[in-house]
């Protein structure tokens, strides 16, 4: 499965930015998906996931309320809906998927990552 993530750019405080993620090889359908991200310095993280069959969603708790992951299955496409974006937001943003729920958080447990959009907030 191959990923491909894009829309990242630059914003100011409190502006928006939506991401999104093509797959190839395998649909979305059968995949839970997740977007995780990692600023300069620091450990990629866990931002959000959404569950393939209940659509149940996750989020960490520093994006809940202003992030929202969703997905389009007519066009195997997920995205991530960024509100209120702040300074600390700023990173590489990776959107990745598993056939596992239970592995979907963990960074080294992730099968199939895209390749990173940057996502830059200015404030």
């Known amino acids: 499965v191959q990923l491909q993530a894009s829309g990242g750019g630059w914003v100011q405080a409190g502006g928006s930015l939506r991401l999104s993620c093509a797959a190839s090889?395998?649909?979305?359908?059968?995949?839970?998906v997740a977007w995780f991200r990692q600023a300069p310095g620091e450990e990629r993280e866990f931002v959000a996931a959404?569950?393939?069959?209940?659509?149940?969603?996750i989020y960490d708790d520093s994006v809940k309320g202003r992030f929202t992951i969703s997905r389009d299955s007519a066009k195997n496409r997920m995205y991530l809906q960024m509100n209120n974006l702040k300074p600390e937001d700023t990173a590489l943003y990776y959107c990745a998927a598993d056939s596992h729920w239970a592995d979907i958080k963990t960074v080294g447990r992730v099968a199939y990552w895209g390749q990173g959009t940057q996502v830059t907030v200015s404030s």
């Open positions: 959404s569950h393939l069959t209940t659509r149940t969603t």
């Open positions: 090889e395998l649909p979305f359908t059968r995949l839970h």
